[in-house]
């Protein structure tokens, strides 16, 4: 839709420049340089912006030709063999230490090779990745306690809620699980909104249509039942 968008646009635009013969090697690059900036723009607003489930995938199979879209797309929708195909070629190209850790990372945690992540989890930049990719590691593991440590370094709140999501269902707290699941829902945007919501509608049952009433309904959940998790994000509610 957003190449169609600019393709109208430029078509617009170079009719009106040919009726009113105002061609110039000015106004073409006048024009040009706008398109691409409008292209630019509608690719950001997508991938960091955009909330909408439908809007983020139609983008994702659109650019399916582009192998970090698609491995996105593969990982949320647990197409094993694409994500294998698709790092591989991936890392074939990629010469970037941080860029190929990310990638390492995010697919030895998808078919759970802890070990394999621990390997390359030093090396992601910014901090705050590094941290929640560290406590992601330590709750597959089991090390909850440690991995409670982690949590509290994180300042992102959709990082924090993600990893209490992940930590609640490890500790069978359902309810608890949902709550912050929903919460860490509610913080993300762009592709980061859509890989978390194929994951929990998997995970949790959680979809669109049914957020809020199961976020609701996750709210009577007992002060009771994780009182350290409850004090330790009242903060970010």
């Not at 983008?59 to 195909?85: G, R």
């Amino acid at each position: 839709m957003a190449y169609l968008l600019v393709s109208s646009l430029a078509v617009v635009y170079f009719i009106t420049l040919k009726t009113f013969a105002l061609f110039s090697m000015y106004t073409v690059g006048a024009g040009i340089l706008s398109l691409l900036i409008t292209l630019l723009y509608i690719r950001f607003w997508i991938t960091h912006v955009e909330t909408r489930i439908e809007k983020i995938e139609n983008f994702l199979t659109t650019n399916k030709n582009k192998p970090h879209f698609h491995l996105i797309y593969a990982i949320a929708n647990q197409m094993d063999s694409d994500v294998k195909a698709t790092t591989a070629d991936l890392l074939d190209k990629e010469k970037r230490s941080i860029c190929r850790a990310y990638y390492q990372v995010t697919t030895a945690l998808y078919f759970n090779n802890v070990t394999e992540a621990r390997n390359h989890v030093e090396k992601l930049k910014p901090e705050c990745y590094r941290l929640y990719f560290r406590g992601l590691i330590l709750l597959k593991e089991g090390n909850i306690e440690e991995a409670d440590t982690m949590i509290e370094q994180i300042n992102k709140p959709w990082m924090k809620f993600a990893l209490l999501a992940e930590r609640e269902q490890k500790l069978n707290n359902l309810e608890w699980a949902i709550n912050y699941a929903n919460k860490a829902k509610r913080k993300m945007r762009g592709l980061n909104k859509y890989h978390f919501h194929k994951t929990y509608e998997r995970q949790f049952g959680l979809d669109a249509e049914h957020d809020d009433n199961i976020y609701n309904q996750s709210q009577t959940a007992s002060a009771e039942t994780v009182p350290f998790v409850k004090e330790r994000s009242s903060s970010l509610n």
